[in-house]
C-alpha cells in the first residue's frame, strides 16, 4: 500500500513556472522554498495553484508579490 503523501498549504508565490518534471521554487512568509520534482499539476489559477511533488501534494493561495519580499531576493548582474 501507497503511504499517504503530506499535504501543505499556504499563501505565497511561485518564483519560476511551476512544469513537471522540475522543481519548483515558491516564496512563502519572506522565505524561499525548493520543492522536490514536481509529478502533477492539478489546479492553476489566478488565486490558487495545486501540484503535487515526490513526496508531497501543494496547495497555494496565491498572493500579490510583496515588495517587502521582492526587495530581499539577491540581484546580480548577468554577464
Known amino acids: 500500500m501507497k ?21 519548483a521554487l515558491l516564496l512563502s512568509g ?6 522536490t520534482q514536481v509529478v502533477a499539476v492539478y489546479k492553476r ?10 513526496n508531497t501534494i501543494y496547495q497555494i493561495k ?8 521582492c526587495a530581499a531576493l539577491p540581484v546580480s548582474m548577468a554577464a
Open 3 to 23: 503511504p499517504r503523501m503530506k499535504t501543505v498549504r499556504m499563501a505565497g508565490v511561485a518564483l519560476a513556472p511551476v512544469e513537471v518534471g522540475s522543481r
Open 30 to 35: 519572506g522565505k524561499i522554498i525548493w520543492t
Open 62 to 69: 496565491l498572493s500579490p508579490f510583496p515588495r517587502n519580499d
Open 45 to 54: 489559477t489566478e488565486s490558487e495553484l495545486r501540484f503535487e511533488t515526490l
